[in-house]
């Protein structure tokens, strides 16, 4: 299934180019302002000159016209000059730039990117625990960035959140009301800042957030700093006794609901078990030889094992270029093979043969090394890249169906990027947490020794707060090429 949805906050990939079409887009604004400009210096410079020859013209009019010359001068004037003119004034400006802003326009987001952009910052405030105020000031998990939103920014995820979450939504308005007393919004449709917070006001009216709407009125009445008329002050009894039933009817804040293991794990507070060991892997084959791989287990029981420094940074480079240009919104196998778009995993990914190139043939050769698995009659590289929010909602990677013959045994995860906050894989049966780290890779068992899956190895990605998690890729290991393995697991008997 070929999916034509951009999706471009599901990247960091998308987002780079829509950068540099806002940058394109500023700069031909600004030559569109140079036209306007030239326009208007050649009237300006034009028009005194016209003016003092009319003047004296006006001023003294029988004496001016029975002179010959300026008559003949007056009649060639208005025969052709004036046609000039018009032409001059009909004459549009910045052509070219607007047909710019056309083409641009293909390549806008469309109401289903901002939906989802939307929907990612709803999900990293609920799952991170952030208020909107912190995050329109770019106050992350208390680290200040330099980011903000303005008030249209703020506006936009009231009305987003609206139907689905008034609480929400409220908070959202709230901060516009903060933030439009404070800025005037950058858009050329606005127009005066008055006529601003009263279209504000009424918006929010409208959306039935009576008492922030009033705040935003009155704000406008107070930089009118007139006597009101009386049509605005009508209509603010009308905001204010709304406002009034409005507050005697708002609820208590419901109890927040305690967070489930997986949000503890996403935020980062499952408490550490100390009984961890680490060791080298390093006999066996050639490679490990001379790489003796660091090993730290996390849980014996099922295997949960982090391989530190596995991959080189030039190997990741090389791994990002070379899937980059293919990375694709990823779909949710489905019953029956319908593969469709959802919330549930939000990433770009795509697939990519061990045997696409030495590097690939390299790496699939030290995951056997790494695991002692044989991954013939397994899936390609799953290779993914995170946007705004992106994450993998919890999931078992085994299959479930029973007619399933070769199923997921194993799952190894590299991590090609460091992610600065959120964006760890979570168990939440397990309570296990474990931060990207570039080069290092995740490793462990989806299905028992007896052949039953292992529901204890529930996993998700957590959303990502800040950075990018580049391009995660999975190998899911299958169990046909390695039945001998489930009885007998090496991996294993170097743990015990
Ligand atoms: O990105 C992650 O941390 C989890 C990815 C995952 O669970 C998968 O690819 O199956
Ligand atoms: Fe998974």
Redesign the pocket.
Known sequence: TKVTEKSISTSVVGMLELVQLEADLIDSLNSYADELEAKLKVLKSFVPKLQAESNEAVTQMENYVSNPINSFSLIRRMHEDWHDWKIFMESSIGQSQVAFLNKAKLQFPTKTDLNEASSSIVRLQKMYNLTAKDMARGVLNGKQYEASLTALDTYAMGRYLNKQNRDMAREWFVVTSELLKEQTPLTPLAGEREKVLHLFAQAIFDYEYYSIALSVFDHALLLANKTANPTLLSKRSKFEELARKEAEMVEKPKPKTKPTNYEIGCRGLFVRQSNMKCTYKSKDSPFLRLAPIKMEYLVLDPLVVVFHDVLSSGEIDEMQLITKPFLERTLIQHAFGAHIIQKFRT?KGMWINRNHNNLTLRIARRIMDMVDLDLQGSEPF?V?N?GIGG??NT?Y?YYNNSSVTDNRMA?V?F?MTDVEQG????FPVLKQA?S?KRGSA?FWYNIKHNGNRDPRTL????PVLVGS?WT?F?Q?INERANMFHRRCRKLEATAA
């Open positions: 990433s799953n993914m995170y994450h993998y999931h990677d799952t995860l991590y964006g760890a894989t979570v474990v990207p995740l996993h998700g990605g957590c998690k995660v999975t899911w």
